[in-house]
């Protein structure tokens, strides 16, 4: 039985950037070899990074993803790596050679995993399963693969397929045991959502024992606008055992020693192959036909034996946590900006995005500002002080009073207008700031306000990316108590127990205008991320008053929020694109018209 | 040879209004039948209003709108109608009986068409080729029918088909063919772009052909959020002669007398079928099944004949006119606002907006504010006056300093922070109007000017509605030009020659900072618009140097751009959902790292 080492390179990558992207390729398959790996697998996309969305359709684009890859062979070999077989994500696309810049025609757009030896793109993949609902759109932007490829390496059938191909039944892991093979490495950029890695570990148990073969799971890590992949790679054997799982939000290598059956005495192969060549062994209707590479006769002998060992899972606030400072940080970091700055009121929502920004960044590239009005009550202006003493933040003070009495004196304004003008003041202060001294502007609006509206326009809901977008009230109280009993607790305690409220009016409380957060947020998980009507809500034993009252603030807040900043996703659907509703829209699931 | 007398009913559904749409078909199938039709046919997802999107998703929107359906059928043979066949499109589902709100289940979605006669749902079609580029995400929403509804109706075999069936060769069109239809009626909700009415007689000429068969084909009209549907309904007989075409941008019906062949002399007829009642005729591997209904004997007799006659078309001009002023129109009114209010500079942009919304809603629906900063010339006050007087709009002045001043004096601020500043403060009184008055604010950057991120976000930015967003400054221009050769020229002459300037500080020319908008906006079409990449720009002939400035521009500025305001969609691809880059993005096509 030969003995495979497998590196699973849980590494992160940067959408658009190839150049960089390819650097890190080599670099990790540096770290592989030198712990003496036979084969390191990257994540889908690698080269690309993912989802590149509509940068498919550039062809530019596509051909340096294409050249890339051949570039990264030759380098692998230059780097002394020729003997380590590198299976690594990219995207392809059926048509001419690739060299000109703008060679690449058609439709036939793919994401294709290869694997890389001896300076060769010895074998390629077609991403045969793709999916197209939640945050994934790749029925617009890929054609499926029909074939599976199997490569021999070192005396084992190893079959190549990426992401969703795990996710459905059928397909690759059927061919994968008609073929034979001994391993499947399976090439992911998964997106993090509450409790996916509950889901994951089962998923590939049942496709291990579909393959009858061994799977290697490789997720990327990182976070990409409003995605976050959260790494979770792992090994299952054919027989349903985890043998390695790496950590979650963490980058690194997962090597460990596989013995796998030789290809020859492999139990479902069909046939004797000719270890030769590239052949097609067969092409069965409706079934994927099988293409066969053979690149290395045996594997180096190894001295002692690795095992990649069980990352402990940790606690869904540390996941959520571990989520909000990755996107917040690569959306900072891969975007180039400096440093951010926000506003902090005392409230709970800014302290945690401070807490969170701070936890991300670091507190010298986090910068915050006091802006009390006159109904600021004394003891936020103490709280936001006391979280600035707390993390080491920047902290200033700058009044509104004397901007917003501006406004007043020219213009005739009363009522909300009035207790939205202190917002915009807000938000342009913030803005003045960003364009001066070059902060990217955080967001504090937690989901539960996004999604009943109570925000102002332009006011708080000013800024280039917000934190809690995806997080409901009652979830960002939990974080704060959560991240207090970790490190360096940074968040007053005031700011969580007192009640919440905007401040734009005298004794403002968020409970003369919401219902509690308890009775709310389950409405909203109903309706936004459920998709469930007025009569399923009520018959789950929502109060059928509150659901009509809190579906139509909903129904009228859902044209407000396409001016929200970008944030990261949690859960199975968040606001943004994979929850694109009509602006315009008359039916409304109230029982009284708006 | 039977004469059916067919009302094609070009008319405006709203999304979500699915009450309303079904009275305005019951008002408009009134209208066939004084007409004297036979059959009436509604455009695609009349009912519902087009498109969807994630409405879909939820169970409860698509019971509403088959209980609408067999509602519906009810109410028609109430208004005395029972003799009328009606084609309407709907919403439909896979899944048990659809009374209760939350019955559906399952991701069996359709995009359906049915024929209603005798109060009764006599027949249904599942529109099969789903298309899923550009504005359209339906394979995220349906699955596509397998089969070809042909109604027999007065002797003559009528096939149901939806939309994208027409632009897809294959499939249903074939399906009629080797059915023996003698009538393909086609029901669309078909976007406006600039010239596709050109494509739309060949395609339908094309497709009747391949059906052997007349075609009646009808679209929608009116706007929904980014997209504007602009009628063009017509119909082509089997050999390409166009028998009748609708106007673009209006409402109403085309009726029109077909001689049509009998069914059982239909030449491409495949064997005997039973009229009594439905049945399976065939289904063939890799063809659609055919069903087939009947239920009218003969057609009533005519006493005169009806030709529906050739609308002509209009300019390109007046084209890009309608759909902005429609696409305003129906926003505002679609989503209940009373009124528009805008920024009014004197300049181009404002201007052409002003007209527009003029030409939309009326001069007492729209208020323009002045608001003239220290750097604003005498003649931009006087110009945007001028246009005031001219169009009867609501007109007033707000001066900014005192505001700007008192940021100024608490903050410390240079350059481009006082720059925007000014469009922000701009931005607050906006909305602070909005709010005390209850106006939708209006946007009135154009294409070029948001390509290239040459505007203050959330200052001129500012706006729920922005008509000019998919409008290139140089087609800005010509618009003005048109537009003042028609009744009661709106613009002053001096707002169309005088060189753009966005008046931030002394003496500013938008040339400071863009290439002459002559050669920039084919740039941003080639870039934006039709996803070349430098080498090709080049080889286009445009300048290197400019191709590395401009992308660079528009690289930097797409993050921008995610917070602006939607507008009506004119051009092939529009800024928006049929646009979605990555904003963490690293892939830059300038030849210099960002």
Redesign the interface.
């Known amino acids: 039985m030969p003995t495979l080492r497998i590196a699973l390179a849980q590494v992160n990558s940067?959408?658009?950037?190839?150049h960089?992207n390819a650097e890190a390729v080599r670099r990790w398959s540096r770290e592989a070899a030198g712990a003496g790996a036979h084969l390191v697998a990257f994540p889908e996309m690698m080269l690309?990074?993912y989802?590149?969305?509509?940068?498919v359709?550039?062809?530019?684009?596509v051909a340096?993803s294409r050249q890339a890859l051949d570039d990264l062979a030759i380098s692998l070999v230059g780097d002394g790596l020729g003997e380590l077989a590198v299976v690594v994500g990219y995207v392809d696309a059926d048509g001419p050679a690739h060299t000109?810049?703008?060679a690449v025609s058609g439709k036939g757009r793919r994401d294709a995993s290869a694997l890389l030896y001896g300076g060769q793109v010895v074998a390629t993949y077609f991403k045969h399963h793709l999916p197209?609902?939640g945050v994934f759109?790749e029925?617009?932007y890929f054609e499926p693969g029909s074939s599976l490829t199997v490569v021999r390496l070192g005396g084992v059938d190893v079959a190549l397929t990426v992401c969703e191909d795990i996710w459905q039944a059928g397909g690759p892991f059927t061919a994968a045991r008609r073929a034979g093979a001994g391993l499947v490495v399976n090439i992911n950029a998964s997106p993090y959502e509450l409790n996916k890695d509950d889901v994951r570990l089962p998923l590939v148990q049942r496709r291990a024992a579909e393959a009858g073969a061994t799977v290697a799971y490789v997720n990327a890590v990182g976070g990409?606008?409003e995605l976050v992949f959260d790494g979770d790679s792992m090994i299952v054997s054919r027989d349903g055992e985890l043998l390695a799982r790496a950590g979650q939000f963490t980058e690194g290598l997962l090597v460990h020693d596989l013995d796998l059956p030789a290809a020859d005495a492999a139990p479902n192969a069909e046939g004797s192959t000719d270890a030769a060549k590239p052949l097609v062994e067969q092409s069965i209707p409706d079934e994927m036909a099988i293409h066969r590479v053979s690149v290395l006769s045996s594997f180096a002998a190894l001295n002692t034996a690795k095992d990649g060992g069980i990352a402990e899972r940790i606690s869904d606030e540390a996941e959520i946590w571990a989520a909000l400072t990755l996107g917040l940080r690569?959306?900072v970091d891969?975007?180039?900006f400096r440093s951010v700055i926000l506003g902090l009121s005392g409230g709970i929502d800014s302290a945690v995005v401070a807490a969170i920004a701070v936890d991300a960044l670091g507190p010298e590239r986090v910068f915050a500002v006091s802006m009390p009005s006159g109904y600021s009550s004394e003891h936020s202006k103490d709280d936001a002080a006391e979280m600035a003493k707390r993390t080491g933040l920047d902290y200033r003070t700058?009044?509104i009073q004397?901007?917003v009495?501006?406004?007043l004196?020219?213009?005739?304004?009363?009522g909300?207008?009035v207790e939205?003008?202190q917002a915009?003041?807000r938000?342009?202060?913030l803005?003045?700031?960003s364009?001066?001294e070059g902060h990217l502007v955080l967001t504090t609006g937690n989901k539960s306000e996004l999604a009943v509206g109570y925000s102002t326009?332009?006011g708080d809901s000013?800024g280039?990316f917000n934190p809690l977008k995806d997080v409901p009230k009652t979830m960002v109280w939990k974080l704060a108590r959560w991240r207090n009993t970790q490190a360096n607790a940074p968040i007053p305690e005031n700011s969580i127990t007192k009640a919440p409220s905007a401040e734009l009016r005298p004794d403002q409380k968020d409970s003369d205008s919401l219902p509690d957060y308890d009775v709310l947020d389950p409405i909203i998980k109903g309706y936004v991320d459920q998709?469930?009507?007025?009569?399923?809500l009520v018959?789950a034993g929502n109060d059928p008053a509150l659901v009509d009252r809190v579906l139509r603030m909903i129904d009228l807040a859902e044209?407000k929020r396409?001016?929200s900043?970008?944030g990261t996703k949690i859960s199975g659907k968040a606001f943004g694109?994979d929850?694109?509703?009509?602006?315009?829209?008359?039916?409304?699931?109230g029982a009284k018209p708006?």
């Open positions: 940067t959408v658009g950037d190839i960089g690309t990074g989802p590149i969305e509509d940068l359709f550039r062809n530019s684009f340096a000109s810049s703008d197209n609902y759109d029925d617009r990409q606008d690569d959306y891969k975007n180039r700058e009044a004397p901007m009495d501006g406004f004196a020219n213009m005739s304004l009363s909300l207008a939205n003008l915009r003041v938000g342009v202060i803005m003045a700031l364009n001066q326009l332009y000013v280039g998709d469930l009507g007025r009569a399923a018959e044209y396409r001016q900043a970008p694109r929850r694109r509703l009509p602006i315009t829209n008359s039916f409304r699931e708006l």
